[in-house]
């Protein structure tokens, strides 16, 4: 690396590591920041959505046995049979939330359990049971009924199956699409970021600019790109210590979010995923240090800076929200060729298991290279002194 750039990236270095503030707000701040918000969001979540224990349970059956009768009396639920004409409109009822289960069991169900042998190759007695995904109530019954079904199949050794061949869900393809990860992580992510890359370029550059100390600079015996590129350097090493703060801030948020005490989630997202979100956030806040670095050498102080970036931080936000729409992660290849709306797709698909490896590939890519054409537009208006000396 050029002496000179290297000297100037020092020099920012330990100005940043050197000021407690700046560490707070830019270190500290953006994970801790973010854990609180998704715990408390958790939480939110967990008492709007949980179901009390004395809950009671509207069930439909048709055909019900006397094995399930029994079964269902160690529950709190109020048991409605209905004849197989009827079972249309059941499910109807189950679809609206008017009824919380349906039962559906063959005829002659007890005797057919009975007669059943696994040696004569033919399939066991089916039980469908509908509820509603969108009903935390009906979601609730169904793992309580599925729990004694399955427990007493394993009594009969499987002498009968529950579900075979449907997944007995009745809520609306509107009403289960998109997941809330997928929705809400990548607009609050983009958030943090560009707050973080914003604490760091906005008082590297307007703040110099501010105290006169860029006039200084500009008369070592340094060039001014090394004084760009040296800067964009520790700019970007602050801004990745900010993105991983974030990061790790949301890493250790799942649990809460996802109302487990366990700090091990691998069940619902893989090492390879926080891989993929770590190398994700680091390439966005390159290109977000780059941009807000452009926008502070325009202007003269602090303040003006943060005010020039605003309109920056509203196309982020508004970035961050398309997240909320269009059902996943895009699945063209041009989307991903788009900066920052790329890195809010991949988050997109990170969160709802639509992993594209060469999508992701694309988005570093193209991070990296608007990064590097960044750089190169600041450091020459490094060598404008019209820019560099306004007043």
């Known amino acids: 690396m050029n002496n000179g750039i290297w000297t100037i990236a020092k020099k920012e270095l330990r100005r940043f590591f050197g000021d407690r503030r700046m560490l707070l707000t830019t270190l500290l701040l953006p994970g801790l920041t973010i854990y609180i918000m998704y715990s408390f969001m958790g939480m939110a979540l967990e008492n709007s959505f949980s179901v009390d224990e004395d809950q009671s349970f509207s069930i439909s059956a048709v ?73 935390t109530t009906s979601a609730t019954a169904y793992s309580t009924v599925t729990g004694l079904l399955s427990d007493y199949e394993e009594q009969l050794v499987n002498k009968f199956n529950i579900n075979d061949q449907i997944s007995g869900d009745l809520a609306t393809e509107e009403e289960t699409s998109g997941s809330f990860f997928a929705m809400m992580m990548p607009m609050l992510l983009m958030i943090f970021l560009f707050s973080g890359s914003m604490a760091t370029a906005t008082e590297s550059i307007a703040g110099e600019k501010e105290r006169g100390t860029i006039a200084t600079m500009l008369v070592t015996p340094v060039r001014r790109s090394d004084i760009a590129f040296g800067k964009i350097i520790a700019l970007s090493i602050t801004a990745l210590l900010s993105g991983l ?91 991903y060729l788009i900066p920052l709306y790329n890195s809010v797709q991949c988050m997109v698909g990170i969160f709802s298991y639509e992993i594209y490896p060469v999508y992701f590939a694309v988005t570093i890519i193209v991070n990296l290279c608007c990064t590097l054409l960044g750089a190169l537009v600041l450091a020459k208006m490094f060598n404008s002194e019209k820019i560099i000396f306004s007043k």
């Not at 009396?73 to 004849?83: H, K, M, Q, R, W």
């Not at 109302?259 to 989630?265: A, K, S, V």
Request: aromatic share 8%; hydrophobic share 50%; net charge negative.
């Open 245 to 335: 703060s974030s990061a790790i801030g949301t890493i250790l948020s799942f649990p809460k979010l996802m109302n487990t005490d366990d700090i091990d989630i691998a069940v619902s997202y893989t090492a390879f995923d926080y891989l993929l979100l770590g190398l994700i956030i680091l390439s966005t806040v390159l290109i977000l240090v780059a941009a807000i670095s452009i926008i502070s050498a325009f202007a003269k102080s602090i303040k003006e800076a943060q005010t020039l970036v605003l309109p920056l931080m509203i196309a982020v936000m508004a970035l961050g929200i398309t997240a909320m729409f269009g059902g996943g992660a895009k699945t063209e290849l041009f989307y």
């Open 63 to 135: 055909n019900l046995p006397d094995s399930a009768q029994m079964l269902l009396s160690g529950i709190s639920a109020a048991v409605t049979e209905v004849d197989a004409g009827q079972l249309e409109e059941a499910k109807t009822a189950v679809s609206e939330q008017q009824c919380d289960l349906l039962l559906c069991f063959p005829e002659q169900f007890d005797a057919l359990v009975e007669a059943y042998s696994q040696a004569s190759g033919s399939s066991a007695p089916n039980i469908e049971i509908y509820y509603n995904s969108a009903s």
